[in-house]
């Protein structure tokens, strides 16, 4: 049984598969699997898969005809031998150590799941910044959602962590199949995280997640509804847990109102009015129910969200304040950010971390 299986998804990605690929074999952790599923692409990808394959028998070669990234997913995971589970997406790729350290963090700490920090990376000028993500008070600690629902605000990033195979296989926890799909990361990173008894966190960054890949999904502004999708099957598995439903409603209810506005800001300006409407219908519905109170707008603004369910033709003035403050952010935090962490300042400047 290796140690790590990797799996990696991949589809019309010869531009930055062999970086992808070169990252994971180089690995530190030896003991690893490589299950790359190809799901019917129509570039040199599979033949590049082909080759690497050739050259280390680490390497598992899945090729199949286009179905989208969830079931791509599920048939990797399923076909995974390994006492854990990493996932690398096939336009990204991660430093050496990533998979020998969260396996011995894993170990260390007997935990379903070990999850770490990670770059944003831009190609053109390989430059990388630090998400500092994981909150500071969290690493280090064995946490589970029901004492700590910080875990169901982090960002999905399902490829900067490690999965136990028997806890996925214990609740037989997949990824939604819906064909042609974006955001299938959301509805599984809820899951995992609601169910998990026994969590790591580290501040340490390995994957480098690259934000200039105009094909990837996330890019997509004809998959306008796919979000909607993923929230939706976070209810279903909610009403099928009734347990959990009493504890995580109202954090999926948060999830679901900052996913929305994230998609909303993404979307093309033609399509974000009649957006909008759906958003607003399904969250005035919500808050008359009375589910929606101080819990909810601890997190969410309520002069914003009133103005969402009251006036839906005004939200777009709030989502256009909301994208000037998100740019600005970005904009300095890739020339300067500052962090405090276990007592130590961390400064990065223009991407490096200098102090």
Request: hydrophobic fraction near 40%.
């Given at each position: 049984m290796p140690k790590v299986s990797v799996v990696v998804p991949v589809y019309n990605v010869e531009k930055y598969l062999k970086e992808c690929l070169d990252s994971i074999i180089h690995q530190t952790l030896e003991d690893i699997e490589i299950i790359c599923v190809n799901d019917g692409s129509t570039d040199s990808s599979l033949d590049i898969l082909n080759e690497y394959a050739k050259n280390d028998k680490r390497i598992i070669v899945i090729n199949k005809s286009n179905s989208g990234y969830g079931h791509t997913m599920?048939?990797?995971?399923?076909?995974?031998?390994?006492?854990?589970?990493?996932?690398?997406?096939s336009d990204d790729f991660a430093d050496i150590h990533?998979?020998?350290?969260?396996?011995?963090l894993a170990k260390e700490n007997d935990a379903d799941i070990a999850k770490s920090n990670w770059y944003l990376y831009w190609s053109k000028n390989k430059f990388a910044r630090k998400s500092n993500n994981i909150p500071a008070a969290k690493i280090g600690k064995l946490l589970n959602a029901k004492t700590d629902k910080v875990l169901l605000r982090l960002n999905p990033s399902v490829w900067s962590a490690i999965y136990k195979k028997e806890f996925l296989n214990k609740f037989n926890i997949k990824f939604l199949e819906t064909p042609g799909?974006?955001?299938?990361?959301?509805?599984?990173?809820?899951?995992?995280f609601a169910l998990a008894e026994r969590v790591i966190l580290t501040d340490k960054a390995y994957l480098y997640y690259r934000q200039d890949n105009m094909n990837s999904s996330v890019k997509s502004k004809t998959k306008v509804y796919c979000v909607c999708h993923e929230y939706d099957e976070i209810d279903r598995f909610l009403d099928e847990n009734p347990q959990l439903k009493f504890e995580f409603k109202v954090q999926e209810e948060i999830n679901r109102y900052n996913g929305y506005v994230s998609s909303v800001l993404r979307i093309d300006d033609s399509v974000k009015p009649e957006f909008i409407k759906v958003f607003s219908e399904h969250f005035k519905e919500e808050y008359n129910t009375g589910l929606l109170g101080n819990e909810f707008f601890k997190r969410v603004n309520k002069k914003d969200f009133m103005t969402l369910i009251n006036s839906p033709d005004?939200?777009?003035?709030?989502?256009?304040?909301?994208?000037?403050?998100?740019k600005f952010n970005n904009i300095r935090k890739n020339i300067i950010t500052l962090h405090f962490r276990n007592g130590r300042l961390e400064m990065t400047l223009f991407g490096k971390q200098v102090i």
């Open positions: 599920n048939m990797g995971i399923n076909a995974a031998r390994g006492e854990y589970i990493g996932i690398i997406e990533m998979f020998e350290d969260l396996y011995k799909a974006s955001y299938q990361d959301l509805a599984f990173s809820f899951k995992i005004k939200y777009i003035k709030v989502l256009k304040n909301i994208e000037r403050r998100k």
